[in-house]
């Protein structure tokens, strides 16, 4: 890019003298900086679109991969709602309802402090587990 100013320099030197050599070099300098902006921005918006494949790619990684520990807690999280990894929300929600009804500390309120404090401990389970599969699903 660089060229064109000398080039167009060296015209206007040729067909007008001094004056009009600065002229065309001026002239020059505008192109090239026109151009130059063109392809900056031309890079800027192909940069962009990396970053933002990028982020898409690693959002995608996010939600497919699983930690270790995390696929054992899940593990236990339907276990601990009696349900299969392949059931659907709804059942997931209805295994909730049914535990969290037997298990619930108002309903146990009237029996000894053991007794609450397991249910208060197991509804305190199940309610973990239904938020740890919800939001391995997304929900």
């Known amino acids: 890019m660089w ?10 030197y040729r067909h007008g003298g001094f004056w009009m050599m600065i002229w065309f ?7 090239e900086g026109f151009f130059a902006r ?3 921005a031309k ?4 940069f962009y679109h990396q970053q933002a494949g990028y982020q898409r790619r690693y959002q ?9 520990e995390e ?5 236990k999280a339907y276990q601990t709602l009696g349900i299969s990894p392949t059931a659907t929300d709804d059942e997931v929600r ?3 309802r049914k535990h969290a009804m037997q298990n619930h500390p108002d309903r146990v309120a009237q029996m000894s402090e053991e007794i609450r404090q397991v249910a208060q401990k197991k509804f305190q389970e199940v309610t973990a587990a239904r938020d740890l599969i919800f939001k391995s699903r997304g929900i």
């Not at 060229?3 to 206007?12: D, E, F, N, R, T």
């Not at 995608?60 to 270790?68: D, E, G, H, L, N």
């Open 3 to 12: 060229l064109i100013k000398w080039i167009l320099a060296i015209y206007g």
């Open 25 to 31: 070099f001026f002239l020059g300098t505008m192109i």
């Open 38 to 40: 063109k392809k900056r």
């Open 43 to 46: 890079q800027a918006e192909e």
């Open 60 to 68: 995608k990684y996010r939600q497919t991969y699983q930690r270790p």
């Open 71 to 75: 696929a054992s807690s899940l593990a």
């Open 94 to 96: 209805q295994a909730y």
